[in-house]
């Protein structure tokens, strides 16, 4: 195990600066949708085989692209988020002046 992650250490100080550039030249988007299909490929290989070498292989290949997480960060930092919480309406109305309320409230009138 611990070689295993010696060489997707090894793996990724090499090809991080590539696929940082590729990041810059496709875009975040493009990369992300690469990485969650490799991923997809990855985990159905990690399903379906039988062999460790192959297994070992799998597990590089999804640490090399984990590194395509940053695009993700980026990406979703980029997106506007719509405010939780919102004003609440004027009170008691919008379409009533203060003044007709007064008016319905001090004759109880009020419904």
């Given amino acids: 195990m611990a070689t295993l992650m010696l060489v997707t250490t ?10 940082g550039r590729l990041v810059m030249r496709v875009g975040e988007r493009h990369t992300i949708t690469l990485e ?27 640490g090399v692209f984990f590194t395509l997480t940053l695009a993700q960060r980026t990406y979703f930092r980029r997106l506007p988020i719509p405010p939780i919480w919102r004003p609440p309406p004027r009170w008691p109305l919008p379409s009533i002046t203060w003044r007709r309320w007064w008016c319905r409230w001090r004759s109880g009138r009020w419904a």
């Fill in 10 to 19: 090894a793996a990724n100080t090499v090809l991080a600066p590539r696929l």
């Fill in 36 to 62: 969650n299909v490799v991923l997809i490929l990855v985990f159905a290989g990690y399903a379906t085989t039988t062999s460790a070498t192959l297994a070992g292989l799998l597990f590089v290949i999804d």
